[in-house]
């Protein structure tokens, strides 16, 4: 049996407002559209086909409630530095510049959609040891 993860769906409160951030600044593309009387979605896919569902609920009033199970969507990326600067200058909200990571064989940037999602922007430099991280060998409480 072959799992694997196809896509993920977030609420969101302007569809245009959110597929400027997701389709202009990001550059995922659109794939479909879906219509029906409660919500309408607009699914975009990256370059490696990894998908994320827009979803307008047409009852939601008011902004999205975060609550804590989402942290982070994740987008891997070969300029991050770009990105970034791209979604700056679009006028959307940095979370922190881009930045080499010490215990990791990458750089990160976050910037925030217009719902608030964190974004994580993620450019690889090589491959990761499978345990890694700045609490390694340390003990755990």
Not at 35 to 50: A, H, S
Request: hydrophobic share 35%.
């Amino acid at each position: 049996m072959k799992t694997s993860i196809d896509q993920y769906c977030i609420n969101v409160t302007d569809l245009e407002r959110s597929l400027s951030f997701w389709e202009k600044a990001l550059g995922l593309e659109i794939t479909h559209r879906i219509e029906t009387d409660d919500f309408t979605e607009i699914v975009l896919k990256g370059e490696k086909g990894g998908r994320i569902q827009l979803a307008r609920h047409h009852a939601q009033e008011g902004p999205i409630e975060h609550g804590t199970a989402l942290w982070k969507v994740y987008l891997d990326t070969d300029d991050c530095a770009g990105l970034y600067k791209r979604c700056i200058d679009a006028g959307f909200e940095s979370e922190s510049e881009p930045e080499k990571l010490e215990h990791w064989p990458v750089t990160v940037a976050f910037v925030k959609d217009p719902d608030g999602y964190l974004v994580e922007m993620v450019e690889h430099h090589g491959e990761a040891p499978a345990l890694s991280g700045p609490a390694v060998g340390k003990a755990r409480e």
